[in-house]
């Protein structure tokens, strides 16, 4: 009952995260949770994406909790998991997910939904909260982009979530992936030309092409150019601060990289 | 869904002054309790789901259960190696924890 695989999933349809819930003892999810805030960020997204491919339900809410508390939203989980040929409980999961996110990080956001069920959950009880975003996913025969436009969700919110995204933002994203691994070659062959020194050798180019393809991934998420909000997005991607000024001089890198990967191709 | 109940003169009375006090109204009053017990009930049907031959036993262990926690009355009538919801969350949960992490 705690878990099913995603085969038996798909066969047996939409079960209720909040039954699964109350069907551990509450002493039982205590324990766990005490367990699951002793993880690094790191240990948490690997355990969170394990449970969550192996269907163990209450497992992943659980690394989830802990995930949103910490500040990393929910596109960074799911980073590493591709989100097409999900069960429904699946996208139950992604959905709860997003909302929790919402619910914990635009605490004022309830004050400009219309609808009255909308906003008990997004600002409701916790009860409250699994009984209307159960009714709100409505067995996953309502749409994510219908959600996303009952919620008036800005494109930053869209851009945190994992599955409460619209058309557009999906586009963009899929544009950004189609080309991911072309603009990492590019950047991989420009950091290739930097000279080694003793205190910039393999490792620390290695670094700087992450940095770098990170950045740029974060600068096509972000509403601007703006460095402090690409900062920020970095930060929610990696877990590591960087200034403001460290993303407009790696940017200025990144574009002229670009410039010369699109003049030669 | 509705249920007309009847209560004892005690839990009436009970129900009556804490609803008086919180404010809340004896069904919710009633819900929140009972929300409290649902792993109890969820740990039966389980054992029902997994052992139907066992559904008389489990009537009568809800009927008779306590001071001692279900799942002890549960682990009397199932059989040997059974496990219950909360063993199983258990399990799983160590089997995620302790599996370790590999650095992409």
Redesign the interface.
Known sequence: ???RSPAEDEAQGFASLA?LL?????E?LEE?RR?VVMQSR??LL??YR??HIEG?R??ALLMAEALVRDGVPPFVWHD?LALDGLTVNQRYDLFLADVMWLRRWYRDHDEIVRYRRCKIMLAGAD?SFHREAEFAFYEGKRPAWKLVASLSLTERQQWDCAWLRSTPIKKRAAATDAVSDLVFKALQDDVRMVRRTITFGEAEALATLHRRHTLWRCSRMAGSASPTEIAARFEQMTGTPITRQAVAQQLEKIRTTLRKMEATS | MQYKIDLDDDTSDLLGQLSHLTGLTPGELINRQLNAHHAEGYELLALIAAHPELREHAANLFQSYGPEPMSVGIKHIAPRGYLTLSERFEHEMSKVMNVPRTVS
């Open positions: 009952m705690t878990s039954s109350r069907a551990v003892a509450p039982k766990a367990r790191e240990e690997f355990r394990m449970a163990k209450v497992i590493a009860h």
